[in-house]
């Protein structure tokens, strides 16, 4: 019932830009803290960026000044503007969402993941 849908990923050359966006739907009560990870290839999975429902944001240091993590609380979504993107920004991103359920309480629900090719 609960479930978070990202879209937006895709091929881009370097310095291009991707926007992400990660929208929440089913049985919520309300959503605490909303968030990007990746996962290269043979790499472990990395903050990107997080945003607390009061709009606190905070940045991995490889993305800060490019990326910016932004959040609509009407539409239950977050979004990932990725501006100057490096080939080392390859990766599968991944939405992240702490949240309060109708049938499970809180909880920590991930996305299904969007790849994100930088690449010339």
């Known amino acids: 019932q609960v479930q978070l849908v990202e879209s937006g990923g895709g091929l881009v050359q370097p310095g291009g830009s991707l926007r992400l966006s990660c929208a929440a739907s089913?049985?919520?009560?309300?959503?605490?803290?909303m968030g990007w990870y990746r996962q290269a290839p043979g790499n472990q999975r990395e903050l990107v960026a997080t945003?607390?429902?009061?709009?606190?944001?905070n940045y991995a240091d490889s993305v800060k000044g490019r990326f910016t993590i932004s959040r609509n609380n009407a539409k239950k979504t977050v979004y990932l503007q990725m501006n100057s993107l490096k080939p080392e920004d390859t990766a599968v991103y991944y939405c992240?969402?702490?949240?309060?359920?109708?049938?499970?309480?809180?909880?920590?629900?991930w996305g299904q993941g969007t790849q994100v090719t930088v690449s010339s």
């Open positions: 945003i607390t429902s009061g709009g606190t944001t």
């Open positions: 992240n969402a702490d949240m309060y359920t109708l049938v499970n309480g809180l909880g920590d629900y």
């Open positions: 089913g049985r919520i009560f309300s959503i605490n803290v």
